[in-house]
C-alpha cells in the first residue's frame, strides 16, 4: 500500500522560509513525477510544484515561481519543497502526491493518485 507522509509545516513570519519533505513507502517511485498541491480555507486544493520522474524537469505554479524549489531523492523515495520569501497568503494545507502514470508529468490534480494527510502551513504577518 501507497504511503505518503509530510512533514516540515509549521508557522512562520511573512518573508520568512520553510522546508518540506514527502517520504514515500510501498514502492518505488522512482518512474513517477511527483508534486505539492496546497489548500487554504474555503477554497479548492491547488497545484504548486512538479518534478518529473527522473527530477531534470521541474514546473511552478506562477505564484510560487521564483520562491518555492521543488526536489527529489529516489535514492530516498522523497520529495521537497523549498519555501522561501513566504507570503500570508502561503498559508494552507500542504499536500504531495504520486502522478498515477509512469513516466509522464503533469498539473492536474486529476491525474495524482496518492496523496500524503497533508501538513500546514501558516505564515503571520
Known amino acids: 500500500q501507497v504511503q505518503l507522509v509530510e512533514s516540515g509545516g509549521g508557522m512562520v513570519q511573512a518573508g520568512g522560509s520553510l522546508r518540506l519533505s514527502c517520504a514515500a513507502s510501498?514502492?518505488?517511485?522512482?518512474?513517477?513525477?511527483m508534486g505539492w498541491f496546497r489548500q487554504a480555507p474555503g477554497k479548492e486544493r491547488e497545484f504548486v510544484a512538479g518534478?518529473?520522474?527522473?527530477?531534470?524537469?521541474?514546473y511552478y505554479a506562477d505564484s510560487v515561481k521564483g520562491r518555492f524549489t521543488i526536489s527529489r531523492d529516489n535514492a530516498k523515495n522523497t520529495v521537497y519543497l523549498q519555501m522561501n520569501s513566504l507570503k500570508i497568503e502561503d498559508t494552507a494545507v500542504y499536500y504531495c502526491?504520486?502522478?498515477?502514470?509512469?513516466?509522464?508529468?503533469?498539473?492536474?490534480?486529476?491525474?495524482?493518485?496518492?496523496w500524503g494527510q497533508g501538513t500546514q502551513v501558516t505564515v503571520s504577518s
Open positions: 502526491g504520486v502522478d498515477s502514470r509512469a513516466l509522464r508529468s503533469g498539473n492536474r490534480e486529476t491525474d495524482f493518485g496518492s
Open positions: 510501498g514502492r518505488s517511485f522512482s518512474v513517477y513525477a
Open positions: 518534478i518529473s520522474w527522473s527530477g531534470t524537469s521541474t
